[in-house]
T-cell receptor
Framework: AQSVTQPDIHITVSEGASLELRCNYS??????LFWYVQSPGQGLQLLLK??????LVQGIKGFEAEFKRSQSSFNLRKPSVHWSDAAEYFC????????????FGKGTHLIIQP | DAGITQSPRHKVTETGTPVTLRCHQT?????MYWYRQDPGHGLRLIHY???????DKGEVSDGYSVSRSKTEDFLLTLESATSSQTSVYFC???????????FGQGTRLTVV
């Protein structure tokens, strides 16, 4: 069965500092990988996705992620965080169809210190 | 933003009553999904649909039913609500099995 692990439940970063959120997955074939962000009381917004090709993918809001097959990882990075980046971040693996849907990690809560 | 509307956005209901949540899309996407979000669990798939009148169960389908009579609408019904169904429910859509999913704003359901 597919699974996603986000080892960090909470992360605190100072504004302007760099950020890396970890994601490890288990999937039987070549995965489709996603990062979503959720602000309080809101739905999930897609930050970026990896389907194939270049293993370094660029997303919205200055985020990027790197797919490393050998490590089964898809870590999210941002060189300089802004206070508005404070949110819950979810890593997900697919494809998202069928009875499995997308499998989500439990999320990482990002706190930005001034 | 993808055109997905969930209604109601908030609902409080009593144990044992039926509840229906609605998801409406304007994107004409084939696939529609219902997830629930609970602290410490992330999002878990309840049911999904791959076309009009074509639905199937997800990971946590017990106590829930769905219907899709039109491409744009996907209804989630709790036949007899229980306190364990207190959760935030999200609808999602995708164009195909191997494309990204877009999410609605969520419905917060409280069963008292």
């Amino acid at each position: 069965a597919q699974s996603v692990t986000q080892p960090d439940i909470h992360i605190t970063v100072s504004e302007g500092a760099s950020l890396e959120l970890r994601c490890n997955y288990s999937y039987g074939a070549t995965p489709y990988l996603f990062w979503y962000v959720q602000s309080p009381g809101q739905g999930l917004q897609l930050l970026l996705k990896y389907f194939s090709g270049d293993t370094l993918v660029q997303g919205i809001k200055g985020f990027e992620a790197e797919f490393k097959r050998s490590q089964s990882s898809f870590n999210l990075r941002k060189p300089s965080v802004h206070w508005s980046d404070a949110a819950e971040y979810f890593c997900a693996v697919g494809p998202g169809g069928g009875a499995d849907g997308l499998t989500f990690g439990k999320g990482t809560h990002l706190i930005i210190q001034p | 933003d993808a055109g997905i509307t969930q209604s109601p956005r908030h609902k409080v209901t009593e144990t044992g009553t039926p509840v229906t949540l609605r998801c409406h899309q304007t994107e004409n996407h084939r696939y529609m999904y219902w997830y629930r979000q609970d602290p410490g669990h992330g999002l878990r798939l309840i049911h999904y649909s791959y076309g009009v009148k074509d639905t199937d169960k997800g990971e946590v389908s017990d106590g829930y039913s769905v219907s899709r009579s039109k491409t744009e609408d996907f209804l989630l019904t709790l036949e007899s609500a229980t306190s364990s169904q207190t959760s935030v429910y999200f609808c999602a859509i995708s164009e195909d099995l191997d494309t990204e999913a877009f999410f609605g704003q969520g419905t917060r359901l409280t069963v008292v």
